[in-house]
């Protein structure tokens, strides 16, 4: 398939709207493919030819349009007659235009949308500000979070609530009311309307927001998925107002959870306004035939929809995922079924992608701060792409986030960049200077400026080389790099970096990645594609002869798509079944109605039914494709065995919403021809390349082991069946395709296909090298730990069935050298991070020469390294000839391991017993035999020993939770042992050591810096709690950046729960020193190694083995950090608290029936201290050792009786200064059945202290409204920490406390 061509349309064809053309309009490039017809030939006789045309998106000196000027471009090559730029474009000859484009997403990147407005429900105004209230990165002090996209907020006095909550035991209770005040919501729920709103007010409050000048509003109300006649009439009334668009949640994403829908009902407020200017600009530049042309645009779930019916909403992937759909119609074939992994590398980030036979969705995820509630393709992006720039870091080779872009671009674009990877491909000899398009320069008519390369990547290997060697006494330690190791170890690093996304994608969800075959495109990808292969264990690849392009490409291959959705809320059995398959035959008719009105035929229509299904008490649905055979129950069944491993016999299955695909098929391309093609292919090896005529040049590249000789071909003078041997450089117009050594590249029409040869194959050893240090292979095993952390906690995740694992997730995973020293612990819950090394070692200590293989331990108790007793650590060693050579753990916050009240967050115990089930180490594996008896005594019967407690109260769970963790730690151990066979035991063990070295060199680089500033190295601060216990800490730091820190004066042991064990200040430590090195660095043992801390014996943070701990996990390990924080002149006090609050119902009987009871839990976000290096603390978020999401108001409300009435922040309550500190949070909840509620708060009594003259933060406040019939109500003072007994209509205000300000 030849890219350019100018011979005209058939004669007989023209002026009748033959040239079909598709537009990807990206950040820097826009790529054109024309399609037309001519005349057959013996060599094509397809009688269609494709050109592209590739120019910059941004050029105003020469066009004001780029898509417009492409098509320009396109048209001349395909009349051969001219279009002149200044006239409008003749429109004859075209058949349809098809657009992907870039212009949503860098509006939502830049902020730079349409001014509007959010209409949200009176008590709700901060909804999106505090989102979820879990910040982005745990380890930033600064907490930087996008801003909102809304100008103004107007709160509208209604409210409605479902009638029934869905933990009620009793299922006859639920949705059953007589009341006038009661309807039928759309979702077949019963929904009560407390309060109407007053119209006219309404009316007025708009008007206001109008007159201001904005014209885009988005509307937002509670429960608005069900019931719709509040938004409804309020958007009338905008139009009425003159508002030129009015976005509706309810008619947008009519789906539950008000956070995403009005995440999703602003950022269309805000992206289609813009998006409409565009295509009415756009359009503006063609004659009068403009509107007879179809016109699609793509939209981020792989469908196209009419220029009309095109939201910024639904573009924000617009791009790439045409990408996806131009590789999976060109290499997925449905007879050989080999499941594909979409490589797009592109300039800035690299998106990766699988198809297995259908597309796969997500329908909530977040793109710039924004969390969208709408049907996108599974696309995941990471920063590394041809412009990522190249660091070295703390002795680690780092490659991105940051990128250098379209200008100033690489070093080697001649307008003074930094290094990026492209300028490693460069140096190594894998891109070309003479084969570079000529277009850098002050004229634009220079090469790529090798010099320049070169000079950079001197400096910065004489950098590391030195810093190297300077962390070595003997100069045999280490070997100096030369230019070529260090460019192409950066390479090895970024190819790890894209590996990650791609497990996730395949491994985290049951798919074996090395049964994938890798679909490779974008400018950068072909580069790349072969070493990606080879870490992934995938043995062939597609680079389509269009690859540069395929996303354009890929346009003119997709459908047209309409989607119809509907909420439910419906049990799934035999009675069910029928209304709610007639209400999806409903939704279908609808979208085949939508299509025909577009000129589709029926024969042109695909329907595609799902219903997103659930097991009850879970928020882990997935959507089910209707099944050809069986019923939905089965696919359901079946989708969760293979994605989370597991099914719930005896839960309920619960349908959320019903969806309709409906796709419109115009394309006639047959998919996967390429399989057919490679059977009959006619192979021709090239055995003497240089007598070829695509053949250009043998030129020098550099490989692991050195130069070696690489054939230069042209890929569009390469013919079907040609074979090339590896190492080779295919070279097209727009890209370049290294074939590796031990790769070979088979030639077909429409793709280069490689095939990895048994050679490099990952079964055995690959990688032979010293356990010397070497910062290549400490850059490259440092992801690869950090990778086997990550996936035990994705395996984790998906085979948990408790809503605090599996949707708070409050769990951590780690990997532990043969000493119990952490090496990594991928960035879960911050307070495990330090302290799961003391578990790991108590037990080795404990057991000693009693661990076998086959054996997992149990342990929760504080003196043996747990934090609370809810918090139960399984621990996996791991052996090789007899010896343990590793360990693995995973920990996750259990919701009830019995006690004195539920959830096992009491706050007013005084003595562990009451706190639940502990154990000091047990063997919950034995030898490989699962040790259930012993688990149901330690979790039931123990525990039940004690006055006033009870064992578990939700032993199944726990049961199925635990063995979560347990296969969690077996997924590490198959990852682990996978990497000594690439690497050798001896080589993943010294580089265990290196990397825990190099840790503590970061830190105690850190520790030096702050003697400096403090030449006495003494540092000194403390705190209070609310009983007034003193936390006091001393820091000497020495000139060798080693410290103490001594916690000596601290107040002894307290008769409540407050107490830390000393693993909870460990964790506090080496959580604060890294965040203070504020660049990359894995957090692992090395941290600490230069800090010695002294903790007196008996103080509250080393109490007996008797003391309550349950607050000193959640509230003293937050006082920890302010304290170490402040004493270092960091940042002022956050919140220091988590704001703990458990509610629920015991077990009853009625009739003679027991009913089983049931409980919740959260933790609240607060204010953030401000700091020397941000300009003011974050509003409503979590902070230093916690990081856990908060329940969605809807959720909250359908699944238990309470109401939600306020959730917003708390004006003023952050403490002024220079650097103001962030404001806390209100939480109004109204309960409508007698339920007992627990608090377990801090900073009630002492404000969080502002630093260097900043104002303190406002201290929390907890308040119960107590509601009586025939008397005003009573408003208590609960204090931090209390248990009560509400009735029906009773309030709980939970008013966190504020952030510390920073400087006068």
């Not at 409409?276 to 196209?304: N, P």
């Not at 619960?654 to 059977?679: F, M, N, P």
């Not at 220079?1218 to 404000?1247: K, W, Y």
Request: proline share 5%.
């Amino acid at each position: 398939m030849e890219t350019t061509d100018n011979r005209l349309l058939l004669e007989e064809c023209g002026g009748k709207h033959r040239v079909r053309i598709s537009v990807d309009r990206g950040g820097t490039f826009t790529d054109c493919v024309g399609i037309f017809p001519v005349e057959p030939t013996a060599k094509d006789p397809s009688g269609e030819r494709v050109v592209v045309v590739k120019l910059l998106s941004e050029d105003p000196t020469h066009y004001s349009d780029a898509p417009r000027e492409g098509i320009r471009r396109i048209l001349e090559i395909a009349t051969g007659s001219p279009h002149p730029r200044d006239a409008l474009l003749a429109t004859e000859n075209i058949e349809s235009i098809r657009m992907g484009t870039t212009v949503a997403t860098n509006a939502l990147l830049e902020r730079k949308g349409e001014p509007c407005a959010l209409v949200v429900t009176l008590g709700f105004r901060d909804l999106l500000k505090i989102g979820n209230q879990a910040r982005p990165k745990i380890f930033d002090l600064s907490i930087s979070k996008p801003d909102v996209l809304y100008q103004h907020v107007v709160q509208i006095d209604e409210r409605v609530t479902l009638v029934g909550y869905a933990m009620d035991p009793r299922p006859a209770a639920q949705n059953q009311s007589d009341e006038t005040n009661v309807v039928v919501g759309r979702s077949g729920e019963h929904v009560r309307i407390l309060k109407t709103p007053e119209w006219a007010t309404v009316r007025k409050q708009l008007q206001q927001v109008f007159d201001t000048g904005i014209r885009s509003v988005a509307v937002c109300l509670m429960h608005a998925y069900t019931f719709t006649a509040h938004e409804e009439e309020i958007g009338r009334i905008a139009s009425e107002i003159g508002f030129t668009h009015v976005t509706l949640s309810s008619h947008l994403s009519p789906r539950i959870k008000i956070v995403p829908r009005a995440h999703s009902a602003t950022a269309d407020a805000y992206l289609t306004p813009g998006i409409r200017r565009y295509v009415d600009g756009f359009a503006s530049g063609f004659d009068a035939g403009f509107g007879d042309i179809r016109i699609d645009f793509m939209q981020s779930d792989g469908g196209l929809a009419p220029v009309e019916h095109f939201s910024g909403l639904r573009a924000i992937l617009s791009g790439p995922a045409a990408g996806v759909v131009g590789y999976a119609v060109t290499s997925y074939s449905e007879s050989e079924k080999i499941s594909l992994v979409g490589f797009d590398m592109g300039g800035t980030s690299t998106d990766v992608s699988r198809f297995g036979g259908e597309f796969e969705h997500v329908f909530e995820t977040t793109t710039a701060g924004v969390t969208i509630q709408a049907p996108q393709l599974d696309i995941n992006t990471v920063a590394a792409g041809g412009g990522s720039r190249l660091f070295f870091r703390n002795g680690l080779m780092v490659v991105g986030p940051e990128s250098a872009g379209a200008f100033p671009g690489p070093a080697c674009y001649r307008n003074g960049g930094p290094l990026c990877i492209t300028d490693a491909n460069l140096l190594l000899g894998r891109l070309r200077v003479e084969h570079f398009p000529h277009i850098f320069g002050p004229s634009e008519d220079q090469p790529l400026d090798m010099n320049a390369t070169r000079a950079l990547f001197e400096q910065l290997v004489a950098d590391i080389n030195a810093e190297m060697r300077a962390r070595h006494t003997a100069e045999s330690a280490y070997q100096n790099k030369s230019v070529e190791e260090i460019a192409l170890g950066f390479l090895q690093v970024a190819n790890e970096t894209m590996c990650r996304p791609i497990r996730t994608l395949t491994e985290a969800r049951g798919h074996n990645v090395q049964n994938h075959s890798l679909a490779c495109f974008g400018g950068a990808g072909g580069q790349h594609a072969c070493a990606v292969a080879v870490n992934l264990g995938i043995r062939r690849v597609f680079v389509h002869r269009l690859a540069s392009v395929l996303s354009a490409y890929g346009l003119g291959l997709s459908e047209v798509v309409h989607e119809e959705q509907s909420p439910a809320a419906a049990i799934w059995s035999n009675e069910a079944q029928q209304p709610l398959l007639a209400r999806l035959e409903k939704l279908s008719r609808v979208g085949c109605r939508k299509l025909i009105s577009q000129g589709f035929l029926d024969s042109q229509i695909r329907v595609q039914r799902f219903l997103n299904m659930r097991y009850d008490g879970t928020d882990t649905s997935i959507m089910v494709p209707e099944a050809t055979i069986g019923d939905y129950q089965l696919r359901f069944e079946s989708m969760h065995q293979r994605e989370f491993g597991f099914v719930l016999r005896n839960r309920r299955i619960i349908v959320d919403d019903l969806r309709a695909r409906v796709t419109g098929t115009l394309s006639k391309v047959k998919a996967g021809q390429v399989y057919d093609e490679l059977k009959s292919l006619q192979r021709r090896e090239l055995c003497e390349p240089n007598t070829h005529p695509a053949f250009v040049d043998t030129v020098s590249v550099y490989f692991q082991g050195g130069y070696r000789p690489t054939a230069v071909l042209k890929l569009g003078l390469l013919n079907p069946g040609d074979v090339v041997r590896g190492p080779a450089i295919v070279l097209d117009c727009n890209s370049t395709v290294l074939v590796e050594p031990n790769w070979v590249a088979t030639v077909t029409s429409t793709q280069l296909v490689l095939d990895n040869t048994p050679v490099t194959t990952l079964d055995v050893s690959t990688h032979h090298i010293s356990t010397e240090i070497d910062p290549i292979h400490l850059s490259v095993l440092a992801n690869r730990f950090m990778s086997i952390a990550e996936q035990m906690g994705r395996t984790l995740e998906k085979t948990s069935v408790s809503t605090n694992i599996k949707e708070r997730l409050d769990f951590s995973c780690a990997l532990f050298d043969q000493h119990g020293n952490l090496v990594a612990n991928a960035p879960h819950i911050p307070v495990h991070l330090g302290s799961m090394s003391h578990a790991v070692k108590f037990q080795l200590d404990r057991f000693s020469e009693d661990l076998q293989e086959g054996d997992v331990i149990l342990v929760n108790h504080p003196q043996a390294g747990g934090t609370h007793l809810p918090d139960i650590t399984i621990i996996s060693p791991v052996f090789h000839d007899s010896r343990i050579i590793f360990f693995v753990a995973s920990r996750g916050h259990h919701a009830d391991i019995g006690g004195i009240s539920p959830g096992s967050m009491p706050p007013n115990s005084r003595e562990l017993f009451q706190e639940g089930a502990s154990s000091m180490g047990m063997k919950i594996v034995d030898r490989g035999e699962f040790q259930e008896e012993a688990v149901r005594h330690m979790l039931l019967e123990e525990p039940a020993q004690y006055p006033e407690c009870s064992g578990t109260r939700n032993y199944r769970d726990v049961l199925s939770d635990l063995k979560a963790q347990i296969a969690a730690n077996h997924r590490g151990i198959a990852l682990l042992s996978q990497l000594c066979a690439e690497y050798g035991l001896e080589v993943v063990q010294e580089y265990m050591a290196h990397i825990q070295h190099t840790a503590e060199a970061a830190v105690r680089l850190l520790l030096k810096e702050t003697r400096v500033k403090h030449p006495t190295g003494q540092l000194s601060g403390h705190d209070f709690m609310d009983d007034g216990s003193k936390i006091s800490l001393h820091v000497d730091i020495s000139e060798d950046g080693s410290a103490l820190f001594d916690f000596t004066g601290t107040s002894p042991e307290i008769y409540g729960n407050t107490n830390a064990p000393p693993s909870v200040t460990h964790s506090a430590i080496i959580y604060c020193l890294r965040c203070m090195v504020q660049s990359d660095l894995p957090l692992n043992q090395g941290c600490l190694a230069p800090v010695r801390v002294v903790i007196p014996e008996n103080s509250f943070l080393s109490p007996s083995s008797t003391a309550a701990v349950v607050g000193g996990n959640v509230l003293t390990s937050q006082r920890l950090c302010d304290v170490i924080l402040a004493t270092f002149g960091v940042a002022a006090a956050s919140q220091g608290c988590m704001n703990n609050l458990t509610f629920g119902i015991p077990a009853i009987e009625e009739g003679g029936v027991r009913y089983e009871g049931w409980g919740y839990y959260e933790t609240i976000a607060g204010g953030h201290g401000a700091g020397r290096d941000w300009q003011k603390g974050q509003d409503g978020v979590h902070t230093n050792m916690t990081n856990t999401k908060i329940t969605d108001p809807e959720i909250l409300e359908r699944r238990y009786p309470v109401i939600l009435h306020r959730f917003m922040l708390r004006e003023g309550s952050g403490g002024t200064g220079m650097h103001p500190g962030g404001n806390g949070c209100i939480r109004d909840i109204e309960f409508l059945e007698a339920m007992s509620v627990s608090l377990l708060t801090e900073r009630r009594v002492f404000q969080p202290p502002g630093l260097d003259g900043g104002g303190n933060g406002a201290c929390g406040l907890n308040l119960w409204e107590r509601h009586f019939e025939h008397k005003d109500k009573q408003v208590l003072n609960l204090g931090g920490k209390n248990s009560v007994f509400v009735q029906p209509g009773d309030h709980i205000v939970i008013m966190t406390p504020g952030g510390g300000g920073y400087g006068k």
